[in-house]
């Protein structure tokens, strides 16, 4: 017989990828310029000069060298090079011993949570949250946990946090800039967060470990400060990818980063280790690695995306839509135009807006905006917002 659990997951795809492939398909049709796909998180930014100069660099080079596996954890020169960067800007003292590279940050997330998810466990998320953290989270065995963020501000709702943490509770997962909404969590949230983690890992008699999802750190807007996370809770652990700010996401590279400020940090870099081994996420693509050497101090392009958050918020103003302004990311929270998010992006579709309804990140009533498109997609967009906006009136 099949693995049943893998089965269903294969016959039902993401919300985010469904929609993504219905508009692959719908543009055959109908042309490309006439749906306006909002979809999914693929950045229409292109890669960096310097990727491309690289690669070319590489594909002249000896393919031997170039393509050769590299230790299972990555070429440690260039997991010291990335810890290095990471100290530049942090003022911390990384080596390449912490350091674990990925296939993104997706298998970083899911090498993380397999690294230290023991039978009985719980992991909590904070709704709306990304959807694939459900099927890691329970592939792996534990029970997730779903607290809502805040309704004022989609930060962290620290009180309905520590209500939710029982003797179970493993690890609290975060991701600021979020993915959904584009809240960038404060200092002092997260602050606040690493002192009810504290003290409740006191009261359990074992850590609490925080996963911060760091795919977006670069994307911000108006000056910003997004707080390194690890130099405000020690049991951090960090999982990153260069899919957003260096244009890269069909390759798939990323870390995972065990500060040496966690307890027990060899034993949980060794358990991080051993999860890849067992998942199979073991030498992350050798020549992206050495890609990522080259380009890792490279600053993210975000003026086209503040570009496009804007159009498309003077839009929606326009309309009288209601939404949550980003503070970073490339994602609108929108508020649906009726209860039932799937109903109204199935109404969306009829003007051939493809908007994400909500209920997969864990509440209902929204659709996500993916303004990561291009410039002139947002702009002949606008008629069918106003036309789906009549349909309700």
Same mark, same amino acid.
């Given at each position: 017989?099949?693995n049943?659990?893998?089965?269903?997951?294969?016959a039902?795809?993401?919300?985010?990828?469904?929609?993504?492939?219905?508009?692959?398909?719908?543009?055959k049709?109908i042309g490309a310029d006439?749906?306006?796909? *909002?979809?999914?998180?693929?950045?229409?930014?292109?890669?960096?000069?310097?990727?491309?100069?690289?690669?070319?660099?590489?594909?002249?080079?000896?393919p031997?060298?170039?393509?050769?596996?590299?230790?299972?954890?990555? +070429?440690?020169?260039?997991? #010291?090079? =990335?810890a290095d960067?990471?100290?530049?800007q942090h003022?911390t003292?990384y +080596?390449?011993s912490?350091?674990?590279?990925? %296939?993104?940050?997706a298998?970083?997330?899911?090498?993380?949570?397999k690294?230290?998810?023991?039978?009985?466990?719980?992991?909590?998320?904070?709704?709306?949250?990304?959807?694939? *953290?459900?099927?890691?989270?329970?592939?792996?065995?534990?029970?997730?946990?779903?607290?809502?963020?805040r309704?004022?501000?989609?930060?962290?709702?620290?009180?309905?946090?520590? &209500?939710?943490?029982t003797?179970?509770?493993?690890?609290?997962?975060?991701?600021?800039?979020?993915?959904?909404?584009g809240?960038?969590?404060?200092?002092?949230n997260? #602050?606040?967060?690493?002192?009810?983690?504290?003290r409740?890992?006191?009261?359990n008699?074992?850590p609490?470990f925080l996963?911060?999802? @760091?795919?977006y750190?670069?994307?911000?807007?108006?000056?910003?400060?997004v707080?390194?996370?690890?130099?405000? *809770?020690?049991?951090t =652990?960090?999982?990153y990818?260069?899919?957003?700010? $260096?244009?890269?996401?069909?390759e798939r590279?990323?870390?995972?980063?065990?500060?040496?400020?966690?307890?027990?940090?060899?034993?949980?870099t060794?358990?991080?280790?051993g999860?890849?081994?067992?998942l199979?996420?073991i030498?992350?693509?050798?020549?992206? #690695?050495?890609?990522?050497?080259?380009?890792?101090?490279?600053?993210?392009? =975000?003026?086209?995306? @503040?570009?496009?958050?804007?159009i498309? %918020?003077?839009?929606?103003?326009?309309f009288?839509?209601?939404?949550?302004e980003? #503070?970073?990311?490339? *994602?609108l929270?929108?508020?649906? $135009?009726? +209860?039932d998010?799937?109903?109204?992006?199935d109404k &969306?579709?009829?003007?051939? $807006?493809l908007?994400?309804?909500?209920d997969?990140?864990?509440?209902g009533?929204?659709?996500?905006?993916?303004y990561?498109?291009? @410039? @002139?997609?947002?702009?002949?967009?606008?008629?069918?917002?106003?036309?789906?906006?009549?349909?309700?009136?």
């Amino acid at each position: 017989m099949l693995n049943t659990t893998m089965q269903s997951l294969g016959a039902a795809p993401s919300a985010i990828r469904t929609l993504f492939a219905y508009g692959a398909e719908r543009k055959k049709v109908i042309g490309a310029d006439k749906v306006f796909d *909002y979809s999914i998180g693929n950045p229409s930014v292109p890669a960096p000069q310097e990727v491309g100069n690289a690669m070319v660099e590489f594909g002249q080079a000896d393919p031997v060298a170039v393509h050769a596996y590299t230790q299972a954890a990555g +070429d440690p020169d260039i997991r #010291q090079h =990335i810890a290095d960067s990471l100290n530049r800007q942090h003022g911390t003292s990384y +080596d390449a011993s912490n350091l674990y590279l990925t %296939c993104g940050a997706a298998a970083a997330i899911s090498i993380s949570l397999k690294a230290i998810i023991e039978p009985g466990d719980e992991i909590i998320v904070i709704s709306p949250y990304f959807p694939e *953290y459900r099927v890691w989270i329970e592939t792996h065995g534990a029970r997730i946990v779903e607290v809502p963020a805040r309704l004022d501000n989609f930060e962290i709702d620290l009180p309905a946090l520590e &209500a939710a943490i029982t003797a179970h509770t493993k690890a609290v997962i975060i991701n600021t800039p979020n993915n959904p909404v584009g809240v960038v969590y404060s200092l002092e949230n997260l #602050q606040g967060l690493a002192s009810v983690l504290t003290r409740k890992s006191e009261q359990n008699g074992r850590p609490i470990f925080l996963i911060s999802d @760091e795919p977006y750190r670069e994307l911000v807007y108006g000056g910003r400060e997004v707080p390194w996370v690890p130099s405000i *809770y020690d049991n951090t =652990i960090v999982c990153y990818s260069w899919s957003k700010c $260096l244009s890269l996401p069909g390759e798939r590279i990323g870390y995972v980063l065990v500060p040496p400020t966690a307890t027990e940090h060899v034993a949980l870099t060794q358990a991080v280790s051993g999860a890849g081994r067992a998942l199979g996420f073991i030498c992350a693509p050798a020549l992206f #690695q050495r890609i990522i050497e080259r380009c890792v101090d490279l600053p993210a392009d =975000i003026a086209t995306y @503040e570009r496009n958050r804007q159009i498309l %918020c003077d839009i929606l103003d326009e309309f009288g839509y209601t939404y949550i302004e980003p #503070q970073g990311a490339f *994602y609108l929270w929108v508020k649906a $135009l009726e +209860d039932d998010a799937q109903a109204f992006s199935d109404k &969306a579709k009829e003007h051939e $807006l493809l908007l994400v309804p909500s209920d997969s990140f864990g509440v209902g009533g929204w659709v996500r905006l993916g303004y990561c498109i291009a @410039e @002139e997609t947002i702009r002949n967009s606008r008629e069918a917002f106003g036309a789906l906006k009549r349909d309700y009136e």
